[in-house]
């Protein structure tokens, strides 16, 4: 696969355009919204700036990169010769399948058709398509550009061949591709993350601890490890029999409520939202937002740069 086109240049698409053309592929973008197109290229020449800094790129490879990647005024330019779409717009299911249906006229025959979609099940947008077989899921974490992972999708219909493709496309261009064999909600990571988030916003809500120790017990505790060791890997050296019984123990006692915690809808209808409105779990004021968003990716690629070489897998 040589041509990657991205449809979406939101948050998530500009980032998936530049991790191809960062790779070298022609990459093609188009967005309904001339505005979020057109500021494409000088987000991603900002997202260049901790690769730079970092030395993990040199200044004279930027403007080739950018120079890779085509701005096209609609789908029909977006889709001519593409190898491989990937569509990154809003999460809507009535918007993707008509995205879906309009590409399947626009594409060559053995163009694949990937959906960067969170939650949105995989069969679900390719029904009635009339090749359902290469649409599949390819679920990047945020931010695109540096975190490794993604997640490759079996939605029911989808071709063997259509999965091996593109997990060797995304390992080619430095990815660490997982295969999820079953279309389920939340598909691996974000079924693991909010398992995480509804324990530690239980722990909050029943006053057991604060925000900021429950926080601090991830970043300083377990966490610390998660990039090194996965769970089950830990799970290996503490040793299964210890693991078995700490669960006969422990997870009766887990929460696992069906709903949203009262907590959280509490917070939701107060109007504390998060960190954009300056309240959440914790307090925030524009300094510290822009002190934390500005220095992740630089914290995250410095993190990777030491685990990478590291890798027992
Ligand atoms: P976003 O709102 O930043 O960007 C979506 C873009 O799609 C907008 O620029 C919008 O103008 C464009 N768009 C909407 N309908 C369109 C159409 N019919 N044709 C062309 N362009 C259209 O959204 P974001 O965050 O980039 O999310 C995109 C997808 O990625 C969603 O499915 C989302 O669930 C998923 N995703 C988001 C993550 C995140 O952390 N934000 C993480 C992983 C997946």
Redesign the pocket.
């Known amino acids: 696969m040589q041509t990657i086109a991205i449809?979406?240049?939101?948050?998530?698409?500009?980032?998936i355009a530049q991790v191809f053309a960062g790779a070298g592929h022609p990459v093609r973008l188009?967005?309904?919204?001339s505005e979020?197109?057109a500021s494409a290229l000088e987000r991603i020449r900002a997202n260049l700036a901790p690769f730079l800094e970092l030395g993990l790129m040199a200044p004279e490879q930027v403007q080739p990169l950018l120079d890779r990647i085509q701005l096209c005024p609609d789908?029909a330019s977006l889709c001519q010769g593409a190898d491989l779409v990937i569509?990154?717009?809003?999460?809507?299911l009535e918007?993707?399948r008509?995205?879906f249906t309009q590409m399947e006229g626009l594409v060559g025959a053995q163009t694949i058709l990937a959906?960067?979609?969170?939650?949105?099940s995989i069969g679900k947008i390719a029904q009635g398509l009339s090749r359902p077989g290469r649409v599949v899921g390819t679920?990047?974490?945020?931010?695109?550009q540096v975190v490794p992972c993604v997640e490759v999708i079996r939605g029911p219909q989808t071709e063997p061949a259509v999965m091996d493709a593109v997990m060797a496309l995304l390992a080619a261009v430095g990815k660490k591709p997982v295969r999820v064999n079953q279309d389920l909600p939340g598909f691996l990571g974000n079924r693991m993350q909010h398992a995480l988030w509804r324990e530690a916003i239980s722990l909050v809500e029943h006053g057991v601890a604060s925000p900021e120790d429950v926080d601090a017990v991830v970043r300083y505790g377990f966490g610390l490890r998660l990039a090194y060791l996965g769970p089950l890997q830990t799970a290996d050296l503490a040793g299964l029999a210890l693991t078995r019984d700490i669960h006969r123990d422990l997870l009766p006692e887990l929460d696992c409520a069906q709903e949203p915690s009262p907590l959280l809808e509490e917070k939701v209808r107060a109007g504390h939202l998060g960190a954009k409105v300056g309240q959440g779990f914790h307090a925030w004021t524009p300094e510290r937002l822009r002190a934390v968003v500005g220095n992740r990716d630089k914290v995250l690629l410095k993190i990777l740069r030491e685990v990478l070489p590291r890798d027992q897998s």
């Open positions: 449809l979406g240049a939101g948050l998530m698409g500009h980032g188009h967005d309904q919204d979020a197109l789908l569509e990154a717009i809003s999460e809507n918007l993707k008509r995205v959906s960067n979609t969170s939650a949105i679920h990047f974490w945020n931010p695109p």
